[in-house]
């Protein structure tokens, strides 16, 4: 069974502050996906990865940046929290190379950036 | 300019009775659609797949149709049971290089009542 784990469920921060959200899958899955959603809008891709220390801009890559040093690890950094980052977001993973591949998501980190 | 989209943001069901929710896309390259299912609070968790050499694909109370003339997907659930409450994503495998991307519609909230 395909787990993907997010380090918090909820999380309060500050304008400006910088944010680390965590991502681990146990499946050693090649990509890993950092979406956002938020109400009306779906699910919105920032980043994803295809391989360790790779990286390539989603939709709304703006105000983001990400790192890949394991396999099984995928961080998303909001380097200067604002409020408009407030939003659930949601990793994922999938296996590489494979077409019609599934996406397995994690619970959700809800952001809250007052 | 949306890819992937589900034109209606909600539906109402009455338990036992059939739900169904569509999803119309734009790109005839699309050749793999998924349905997502989300509860409050939750990550999406994956609920039927269907590859275009197909036009139905069935598994339990979950059908989904593929009609690719009209570039449109539906996914039918029979009976419908409170459970079933929840907010459901249509996706399409946007595949390049090596490695698909989803491009996901923005969600229809079914409410199934008792």
């Known amino acids: 069974d395909v787990k993907v784990t997010q380090s918090s469920r909820y999380l309060v921060k500050r304008t400006g502050e910088k944010v680390f959200l965590e991502c681990v899958q146990d499946?050693?899955?090649?990509?890993m996906f950092w979406y956002r959603q938020d109400p009306g809008l779906g699910l919105r891709l920032i980043y994803f990865?295809?391989?360790?220390?790779?990286?390539e801009k989603g939709d709304i890559p703006e105000g983001y940046s990400v790192s890949r040093e394991k396999k099984e690890r995928f961080s998303l950094i909001l380097e200067s929290a604002s409020t408009n980052q407030t939003s659930m977001y949601l990793c994922?993973?999938?296996?590489?190379?494979?077409?019609?591949?599934?996406?397995?998501f994690g619970p959700g980190t809800r952001l809250l950036v007052l | 300019d949306q890819q992937v989209k589900q034109n209606s943001p909600s539906l109402s069901v009455q338990e036992g009775r059939i739900s169904i929710l569509n999803c119309d896309y734009t790109?005839?390259?699309?050749?793999?659609f998924l349905w997502y299912k989300k509860y409050p609070a939750e990550g999406p968790t994956f609920l039927i797949s269907?590859?275009?050499?197909?036009d139905k694909n069935e598994d339990g109370r979950f059908t989904v149709f593929l009609n690719k003339s009209a570039k449109h997907l539906s996914l039918h659930i029979v009976p419908s049971q409170p459970g079933d409450s929840a907010v459901y994503f249509c996706?399409?495998?946007?595949?390049?290089?090596?490695?698909?991307?989803?491009?996901f519609g923005k969600g229809t909230k079914l409410s199934v009542k008792p």
């Open positions: 499946m050693d899955h090649e990509n």
């Open positions: 996706a399409a495998e946007n595949y390049g290089g090596s490695q698909g991307n989803l491009i």
């Open positions: 269907i590859s275009s050499i197909k």
């Open positions: 994922a993973s999938s296996d590489r190379g494979l077409r019609q591949e599934t996406q397995y």
């Open positions: 790109n005839s390259m699309f050749d793999y």
């Open positions: 990865s295809y391989d360790v220390k790779m990286k």
